[in-house]
Structure formats: C-alpha cells, structure tokens
C-alpha cells in the first residue's frame, strides 16, 4: 500500500427530509445563491417548490440556472460564471446528478478566472480560488456529491476532458434517497452502471497488499448487484434506493483509491464515445467494460480478476484461474444487460467509421490505463470487440 493524505471535507445531510437543512446550510456562506439544475425534472417532482419555499421563507435570494446538459457543455459553464458575476453570488447550490454538479464545480472555479473555464479541462489553468457549492442529490451514479473533480464538454472541439481541484469539493451535500425514487428505469440502470466502474478502475489496480480497500470496493459492488434489480422493480423501495444512493458518493469520494495506483482506461475512452455520439456515460461504460477486461486478462493480472470472481460473484474457486477470471468477467456483462442496458456500441447509434477516430483521440494526451498501458491501436481492438 502506498502512502496517502485524507481528507474528505463535504458535510453530508443523509435520508429522508433532510432538505430542512437546507437554509442553514446556506447562510453558512451568504444570502445569495445560484441554482442550478438540468432539463427541468425537479419542477415535475416537487424538490424545486420545497427549494424555493425554503429560499423564500427564510429571504435568500436566488437566481436560476436551468438546461444544464446530461453532458454538461462548457457554454453552459459560461453562462453560469456570468451569471455568478452580475448577482455577486455567495453560493452555488447544484440540484441534479453528476453532470448538473459538475458544471457547476466548473462554474465555481470560473468565476475568478478571467479565461476560458475550458482551460481547466486542457491543464492551461489551475483553480485557485473557487465558489462554495452544496449539492441537494438526485441520481445515485457520479458520486460528485462528495468529490473534487468533474468532467466538461466542449461541443465545438468534440471533446470531454475532466479537471480536478480540492476547492470545488462541495461544502454540503444533501442526499436523500426518496429524490431518486421518480427516475426511469434508463437512468437507474445507467447510474449503476457508473457506480461500478467507479470501483472498477480503481479495484483494478497493480497495487500489491491493499486488502482493506480491495474488500470495501468488493462491497460497493456487492451491493449495487443486490439493489439494482429490486430498485428497478420497485422504484419506491427507500432502502435499496438508500444503499445505491450511498454507494455512489462512497464509490468516488477517495476512500477506495487511497494507498494504490488507479486505472481510469475505460472512462478515458468513453468520454471519446460521449463526446461525438453525445450517448449516457453509463451505458458507454457498461458496454465497454466486459470487453477492457477481456482485453487486459493475463497471467501476470489473473490473480485480480479471481479475487473479483470469489469475493464479488461468488464464483466457488477452482484450480484453472482463467476460467474463473473469464466467469467473472461474462457475470458481469449478463447482470448490465440484465438491467436493460445496450450490449453493444451499434445499439446505441456508435458508427463504425468514427471508431479508429475516437481511439486516436482517446490517448492523443499518451498512453492511457494503468492496470495495462492502452495504445492507439489496443483502445480500437476494444472499440471494435464493443461494436
């Protein structure tokens, strides 16, 4: 295990009517807040009215940011960091997923920047000083609720690039379960699918000796193989819906990626996908991850992938590793399609010709991975075996 600093500074308000937290919260840091959120979901569910009668009670002034994409785009961001500017905001309280939190982690850092917010994304310019952001939940997938980094589009360039920085941790974040219990089965099942991939790349990892987190990790995935199914088939089940609720922000809050080397291979590449195809990142992740992991099974890397089949499948142990990894592995692909998600990139609109594109875009900045060093031509093997 490697040496590391912890540090996980987002206050967390879990379960049910937590919202009432919400003004103290607030004027922790001000009296003005920008809102923002994406397609307009909250105002069908009734979490926008609680917001507002909550602002209005208690005289905090607001001012609204909506549309924010399910791939954020940086003219959004743009438009956030006016915004911020003009009304002098104190705080900037993200309602949504991780793509609405995300944008606004950029938005918070933009607003003392006189530049582009892209060049976070292109390492031209790092966050120095950034906005207070709180968070109030709606889709168990990103944990960004309790992290620093996020992932930004830029939809002139076709390209979606991730920036990071300590001072876009959000200050609070409220997570109630019951806010997540009005979403399709779609946005369920792609969630999860992001939650564990979040542990897959950093489960994956050549690390020796790092048994405790290695177990949690297997945990988290665990249980979004339990709740998944019962959430999709009961969407107002406030435990299951508590458990993937809870493994998302433990999925992506540091925990389990301290001591060891992480991969990120399979985001990298689908961010490729998104960013052309403008496809859920769930679904990019889950098709392609079967076939990363096909790809990086050997002799050298097997003992990983039997302790993923014991300890997550169940798979009993027998003496030809390989079959257990390659179990494990089809396990995998049969419970994301079980959820209803795509198998395949030709399902969800990929063309064959952008492939050789994407995987030249995908390591344009190097090599990518870490569990195995993915060139050019390794990341369009798997694009092709996804396809």
């Known amino acids: ?32 807040v920008l809102l923002a959120y994406g397609g307009g979901s909250i105002k069908k569910n009734g979490i926008y009215d609680e917001i507002i009668n909550i602002f209005n009670s208690q005289n905090i002034k607001y001012v609204e940011l909506s549309g924010i994409e399910p791939n954020p785009r940086v003219t959004s961001v743009i438009k956030g960091v006016n915004l911020c ?8 309280l993200a309602v949504g997923g991780g793509s609405v939190i995300d944008c606004c982690k950029a938005i918070a850092g933009g607003v003392f920047y006189e530049g582009n917010p892209w060049d976070f ?59 997540t219990m009005t979403l399709p089965e779609k946005q369920t099942a792609a969630g999860t699918a992001d ?10 990892s050549n690390t020796e000796e790092t048994y405790i987190t290695d177990r949690i990790s297997e945990g988290i995935l665990k249980t979004c193989i339990h709740y998944a199914p ?21 999925a992506l809050n540091e925990l389990i990626s301290y001591g060891k080397v992480t991969d990120w291979a399979t985001h990298a590449m689908e961010h490729e996908l ?16 079967p076939h990363w992991m096909e790809y990086v099974l050997s002799q050298s890397n097997v003992n990983k ?17 390989m079959s257990m990894a390659k179990s494990a592995i089809e396990k995998t692909k049969e419970f994301f399609i079980s959820l209803g998600i795509p198998s395949t990139l030709k399902e969800v609109g990929i063309t064959e010709d952008k492939l050789e594109e ?30």
């Open 195 to 204: 939650i564990m991939s979040h542990v897959f790349e950093q489960y994956f």
């Open 121 to 179: 994304c292109l390492r031209k310019a790092v966050i120095k000083k950034a906005v207070p952001i709180g968070t109030i939940l709606t889709l168990s997938a990103t944990g960004s609720e309790m992290n620093g980094n996020a992932v930004i589009t830029n939809w002139d360039t076709q390209e979606k690039l991730s920036f990071g920085s300590p001072y876009v941790k959000p200050k609070f974040s409220i997570l109630d379960p019951t806010y």
């Open 274 to 289: 998104s960013a052309i195809f403008d496809i859920t990142h769930g679904v990019g992740l889950a098709i392609l991850t």
């Open 85 to 92: 500017k003009e009304h002098n905001v104190d705080l900037i």
């Open 1 to 32: 295990m490697l040496n590391f600093n912890y540090s996980i500074p987002t206050e967390i308000y879990f379960g049910k009517d937590q919202i009432k937290k919400l003004s103290s919260c607030v004027k922790k840091f001000g009296n003005t």
């Open 305 to 321: 992938f039997v302790d993923y089949a014991r300890y997550v499948w169940e798979i009993p142990e027998i003496e030809d590793k």
């Open 230 to 250: 019962i959430v999709i088939k009961e969407p107002e089940n406030y435990d299951a819906r508590a458990n993937l609720m809870w493994s998302s922000s433990l």
């Open 358 to 387: 994407m995987a030249e875009k995908a390591v344009k900045r190097g090599a990518i991975g870490n569990f195995k060093k993915l060139e050019k031509e390794d990341v369009l093997n798997i694009f092709k075996a996804s396809f």
